[in-house]
């Protein structure tokens, strides 16, 4: 059988019908995973049934969100929308308090991107995490979201069989405008030789103004050339996502200060911002101090904690060799 996700991408997008099926049902893969909120609640509840006496009119919402403005007469649908996202496994209060537009969205839009998502494989368990992560896709339209899927596919070449990891791993980019967002976005990464952006899609959601540039420009404050800067992210392009004030600064503060190194290194290495200051940095500098020895930052930081151990246990119970050895240099050729 072809799968949605097949379906999707070797169909024209204007070939694909966007409209929502006339009575949207749960879908089936939500079938006893799902936990409503009142354990008493069936999830096949008729919605034309007497209204139950658990049921919490749109009062309480709007007591939770006292800046979200109600529609008049909102109850009967409120309570019908509530009932929808609690049946499918989704904790409705938490969710409008994260996300107050959602109640003026209708039942019959949600149900619409529920179902489309779900009929990409999806499973229930990955759809209620994605939503908590990112309340704003059931606000989304179906119509924008198979823009995202195909612009993945097409311009950033993520494989079809990649698609799930893509979305489970940033929600956020089904939300994201294509033309105003992830294209740029793209762009931009590729501008500065970053050319396998598919096993970077996270980074597609962020903003090029707010987040990257003040990180290049961070590191060109600190003693680095715009080119050698940008080579840095180039190397190593998680470095975007590192917070300048809890990462990057005391992690650099660290380095020049207290372990004396050359910002040559960092260039040559720009994932040593991504080892934990306190648990590895520190302690293994320090180690290194004590027993009078100098690592390279990959072999100081990639090992683990039993193969650094036994490399400076080695260091310190060999003999020295000299300056015109061969093995002089051999530290910075060594396998961690």
Not at 179 to 193: A, D, H, N, V
Not at 222 to 239: E, H, K, N, V, Y
Request: aromatic fraction near 10%; charge should be positive; include cysteine.
């Amino acid at each position: 059988m072809v799968s949605a996700t097949m379906l999707l991408f070797s169909t024209d997008t204007h070939s694909l019908s966007l409209s929502p099926s006339p009575s949207p049902t749960i879908p089936k893969s939500f079938t006893r995973l799902c936990k409503p909120f009142h354990s008493s609640v069936p999830t096949s509840f008729p919605f034309h049934s007497t209204r139950p006496t658990f049921f919490v009119s749109a009062t309480v919402i709007k007591w939770r969100c006292p800046k979200q403005t109600l529609p008049p007469n909102c109850d009967a649908g409120f309570q019908k929308k509530l009932l929808y996202l609690e049946s499918v496994g989704i904790d409705s209060f938490s969710l409008i308090e994260n996300h107050p537009m959602l109640i003026t969205v209708s039942l019959a839009d949600i149900k619409s991107t529920v179902e489309y998502i779900t009929s990409m494989d999806f499973s229930a368990i990955e759809f209620r995490r994605m939503v908590g992560m990112c309340p704003e896709i059931l606000t989304t339209q179906v119509s924008d979201i198979i823009p995202v899927f195909t612009f993945l596919h097409r311009e950033v070449h993520v494989n079809c069989s990649d698609i799930r990891r893509v979305i489970n791993r940033r929600p956020r980019l089904l939300v994201c405008s294509v033309c105003k967002q992830l294209r740029p976005t793209l762009y931009f990464l590729q501008s500065i030789g970053i050319e396998e952006v598919n096993k970077h899609t996270d980074l597609l959601s962020c903003s090029v103004e707010e987040k990257f540039m003040p990180r290049i420009d961070y590191f060109e404050n600190i003693g680095f050339s715009r080119r050698d800067a940008t080579s840095m992210f180039r190397r190593f392009p998680q470095l975007f996502c590192y917070s300048i004030k809890n990462n990057l600064e005391p992690k650099y503060h660290y380095f020049v200060v207290e372990m004396g190194r050359d910002l040559k290194e960092l260039k040559e290495f720009p994932q040593y911002f991504s080892f934990s200051l306190e648990n590895r940095i520190k302690p293994r500098h320090k180690m290194c101090v004590e027993m009078g020895v100098c690592f390279p930052l990959p072999v100081l930081l990639k090992a683990s904690e039993l193969r650094f151990r036994n490399r400076l246990d080695l260091c310190v119970n060999s003999s020295t060799p000299l300056k015109t050895s061969p093995l002089w240099c051999a530290g910075c050729d060594v396998e961690v």
